[in-house]
């Protein structure tokens, strides 16, 4: 059955075979148009499995005179929507904790701070990233350069330098955690 020759979803004689026929119908087309939206290929598989959750959770409330597509694109949109709202916040929290954590560790407050724990533990997570890892970090936050500049020099994408700093500032972050609980605990 082509996309265009679908039936209206009104009153689906085998709501579970329609469904099914919708999902296998447009899910291409769902998964293109949410990679279009600029979200990174490794996340539109899950927001193109939340299109169609929500699709079966609310089948019985699409509108007849509205093809699914379009409305599975609007769902798509949405979810989108949020997914920016979500990352772009943790993207933020997580450099602001590890600009704290470098900020407390650098600052001149009571004597013996710079050397203190927090510090330690910085200097010992920092040395178990890669070289490769370390040189990343250098790059964005001791020469200030954008993600498409270190991509550059790296010969890679801007995403995957977005990806690969946010996965080692978690990974520093983490460290740093159990390190001071460690110390502390």
Same mark, same amino acid.
């Given at each position: 059955m082509a996309l265009e020759t679908l039936p209206a979803m009104s009153e689906p004689s085998d709501p579970q075979l329609d469904y099914e026929t919708i999902v296998r119908e447009t899910q291409a087309h769902i998964r293109a148009y949410i990679a279009g939206m600029g979200v990174p290929r490794h996340d539109v598989d899950d927001i193109a499995q939340d299109v169609y959750l929500e699709l079966y959770r609310f089948f019985d409330r699409v509108p007849a005179e509205v093809h699914p597509k379009q409305w599975l694109k609007g769902i798509a949109r949405n979810l989108c929507l949020n997914y920016?709202?979500?990352? +772009? %916040? =943790?993207?933020?929290?997580?450099?602001?904790?590890?600009?704290?954590i470098f900020l407390r560790a650098e600052q001149e407050g009571p004597p013996g701070l710079a050397e203190g724990p927090i510090r330690r533990a910085l200097d010992g997570c920092y040395k178990k990233?890669?070289?490769? +890892? %370390? =040189?990343?970090?250098?790059l964005r936050y001791e020469q200030e350069?954008?993600?498409?500049?270190i991509a550059q020099r790296l010969n890679t994408s801007p995403e995957a330098v977005r990806v690969a700093l946010f996965r080692i500032r978690a990974t520093l972050k983490n460290c740093i955690t159990k390190n001071l609980a460690s110390e502390n605990g």
């Open positions: 920016f709202r979500r990352t +772009s %916040r =943790r993207n933020r929290l997580q450099r602001e904790a590890l600009v704290e990233l890669a070289p490769e +890892s %370390r =040189r990343m970090l250098a350069l954008p993600s498409q500049t």
